[in-house]
Nanobody
Framework: QVLVAESGGGLVQAGGSLRLSCIVSGSRFGDIRMAWFRQAPGKEREGVACITSGSFTTWYADSVKGRFTISRDNGKNTVYLQMERVQFEDTGMYYC???????????????WGQGTQVTVSS
């Protein structure tokens, strides 16, 4: 079973940058799609970025397209989310998980980690 551990969140000013990391346990990492999800206060969890196993395909939610970049290092079993020009609306708990597909219909098919909190201040 794939287990994940997110890190890298924190307090950042609007317009700033942050890099999230997700370490994934298990030998299947190189074969699976991975995605970042976030949950803002009072809202449902939503997918924000996804990357296929060989990094050939990525998908981004419209709200983060052009500002966030998802990447992965299969040698380190790690997936990253580089957040640039963050906005107040990016505030929330960020999670990574194995993803069904890298499309708008993506959903998590692996267990959730504890997440990492991102708070954007004005």
């Amino acid at each position: 079973q794939v287990l994940v551990a997110e890190s890298g969140g924190g307090l950042v000013q609007a317009g700033g940058s942050l890099r999230l990391s997700c370490i994934v346990s298990g030998s299947r990492f190189g074969d699976i799609r991975m995605a970042w999800f976030r949950q803002a206060p009072g809202k449902e969890r939503e997918g924000v970025a996804c990357i296929t196993s060989g990094s050939f395909t990525t998908w981004y939610a419209d709200s983060v397209k052009g500002r966030f970049t998802i990447s992965r290092d299969n040698g380190k079993n790690t997936v990253y989310l580089q957040m640039e020009r963050v906005q107040f609306e990016d505030t929330g708990m960020y999670y990574c998980a194995e993803a069904s597909v890298c499309l708008p219909s993506l959903r998590a098919i692996g267990p959730w980690g504890q997440g990492t909190q991102v708070t954007v201040s004005s």
